[in-house]
């Protein structure tokens, strides 16, 4: 099977030349920067189309790459991607502290789900049970009941099948973001692998945006991108919801919309997944203000910029409550 590329609605056979061009649509726009591509970067097309996630895939990939590239695995364990969901017995996952006053009974707690300040419950049927624990705050707070294979199970786990309700391995791990692996696993070919950064921005950016966004299945039935395949276009998956506040983990629906999108700044841009500044929170590349002023310095030292003290933090009056739109304070 040739790979197929969708380039603006259009169907493109890509013939055995590896694709040089991605033309990315996103809201409507095609940027420059989106349709070139290093050269450098070539070998490497999408995992092949007829690759399958398969179970206890990272384990595999790990035995390899902590020999092949040590470095990645070492800072990809130290991060929060692989716990995002795990069994209920795992040692030191659970955090709540149960007696008779307890919303729910432990027993019942068959997965803990990690999602930023709380643990989410989820039982045998995969539903969530009726209290959440803030981390934060130590304490419990209400949770709704609810199917958690429509939003919650599909974000934590690889391979989430949507037929099945089954998963590959709990939590997000390394075909969560390099797509089905089984093929170069057998064959150690880089070609078989995906790599995010060969990726045009746009298409990039919707690896994470997988996860990192809130929005219908095109079909309307589920809260996350049914059907979504590595390195194909998001929007054909996912109706994004539009932005509505800080909190709500819609960090791709902010970006889209944000100039930085526009200019082909994407999440990996910024955001390390496993070596330098993964361990760092937000698992920022380089500390906040370093990073900033990697691209803006000459901004922030311009006259019309405000004189900032070095507690201030670009994110405090751009990234208001942590939301990705680089708003200027006070622009309409
Ligand atoms: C049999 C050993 C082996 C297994 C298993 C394995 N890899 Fe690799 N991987 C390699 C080797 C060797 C390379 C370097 C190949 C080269 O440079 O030609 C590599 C390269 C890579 C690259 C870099 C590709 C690039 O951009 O050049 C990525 C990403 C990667 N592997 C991810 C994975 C993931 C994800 C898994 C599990 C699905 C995995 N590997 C399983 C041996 C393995
Ligand atoms: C949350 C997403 C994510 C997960 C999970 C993930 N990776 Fe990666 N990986 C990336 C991105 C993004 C890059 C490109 C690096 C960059 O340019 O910042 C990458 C690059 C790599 C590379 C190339 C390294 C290099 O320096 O060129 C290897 C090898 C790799 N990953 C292996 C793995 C393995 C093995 C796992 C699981 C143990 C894994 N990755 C899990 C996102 C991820
Ligand atoms: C399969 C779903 C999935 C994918 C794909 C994914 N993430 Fe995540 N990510 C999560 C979940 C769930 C959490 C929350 C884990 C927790 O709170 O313990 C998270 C947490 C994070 C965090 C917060 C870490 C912290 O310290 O709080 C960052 C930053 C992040 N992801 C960035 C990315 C980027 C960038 C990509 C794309 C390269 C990506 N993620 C891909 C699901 C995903
Ligand atoms: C221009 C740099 C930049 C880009 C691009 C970017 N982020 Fe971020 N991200 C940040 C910064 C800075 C923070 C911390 C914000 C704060 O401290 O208030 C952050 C925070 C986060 C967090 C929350 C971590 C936490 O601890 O709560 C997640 C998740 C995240 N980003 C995911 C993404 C995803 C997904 C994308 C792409 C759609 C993306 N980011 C693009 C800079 C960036
Ligand atoms: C890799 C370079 C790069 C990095 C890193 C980066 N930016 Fe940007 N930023 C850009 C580019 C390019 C634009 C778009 C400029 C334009 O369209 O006028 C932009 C736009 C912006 C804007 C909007 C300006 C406007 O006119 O509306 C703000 C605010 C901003 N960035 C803040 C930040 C903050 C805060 C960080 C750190 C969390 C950051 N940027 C990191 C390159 C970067
Ligand atoms: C106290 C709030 C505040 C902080 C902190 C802050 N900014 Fe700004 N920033 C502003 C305001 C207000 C403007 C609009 C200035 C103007 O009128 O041009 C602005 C403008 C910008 C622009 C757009 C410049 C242009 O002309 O398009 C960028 C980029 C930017 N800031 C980056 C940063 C970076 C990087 C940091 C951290 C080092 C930072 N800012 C910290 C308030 C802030």
């Not at 969530?128 to 199970?153: C, F, H, M, Y």
């Not at 590959?168 to 075909?175: F, N």
């Not at 070919?189 to 299945?217: E, F, Y």
């Not at 841009?269 to 002023?293: I, R, V």
Request: hydrophobic letters at 35%; aromatic letters at 6%; proline letters at 7%.
């Amino acid at each position: 099977m040739l790979p197929v590329i969708l380039t603006g609605g259009k169907v493109i056979r890509v013939g055995l030349t590896p694709v040089t061009k991605l033309a990315v649509a996103v809201a409507g726009s095609v940027t420059l920067s989106a349709v070139v591509l290093g050269v450098a970067h070539m070998a490497i097309a999408d995992p092949p189309a007829d690759a399958t996630y398969t179970a206890g895939m990272d384990k595999v990939c790990m035995v390899c790459h902590k020999v092949q590239t040590p470095a990645v695995v070492e800072a990809f364990v130290k991060t929060k991607h692989p716990y995002a969901m795990q069994k209920a017995d795992t040692p030191k996952a659970m955090l709540a502290t149960f007696d008779e006053d307890s919303p729910i009974r432990q027993a019942d707690v068959a997965y803990i789900v990690n999602d930023g300040s709380y643990q989410i419950y989820v039982d045998k049927d995969l539903k969530t049970l009726r209290g959440k624990w803030n981390k934060t705050a130590s304490k419990w707070e209400p949770q709704d009941v609810v199917d958690a294979t429509t939003e919650l199970i599909p974000k934590h786990t690889t391979g989430f099948n949507p037929q099945t309700h089954a998963w590959s391995d709990l939590g997000v791990t390394c075909e969560a973001c390099h797509g089905p692996g089984s093929a170069h696993a057998k064959t150690a070919d880089r070609t078989k692998i995906g790599n995010p950064k060969t990726l045009a921005p746009a298409r990039q950016a919707m690896i994470c945006g997988q996860c990192h966004a809130t929005g219908a299945s095109t079909d309307g039935t589920v809260r996350y991108a049914k059907g979504y395949k590595w390195g194909s276009d998001l929007g054909r998956y996912l109706v994004l919801d539009k932005v509505n506040g800080p909190g709500n983990k819609q960090q791709y629906n902010e970006w889209v919309n944000s100039k930085h999108s526009g200019a082909g700044v994407t999440c990996i841009t910024c955001h390390e997944m496993h070596g330098k500044g993964s361990d760092k929170p937000a698992q920022l590349k380089k500390p906040q203000t370093e990073l900033c002023n990697s691209c803006h310095a000459s901004d922030v030292a311009s006259p019309k910029h405000p004189k900032l003290t070095p507690e201030m933090s670009c994110a405090s009056c751009h990234m208001p409550q942590g939301m990705h739109t680089w708003v200027i304070p006070g622009a309409k």
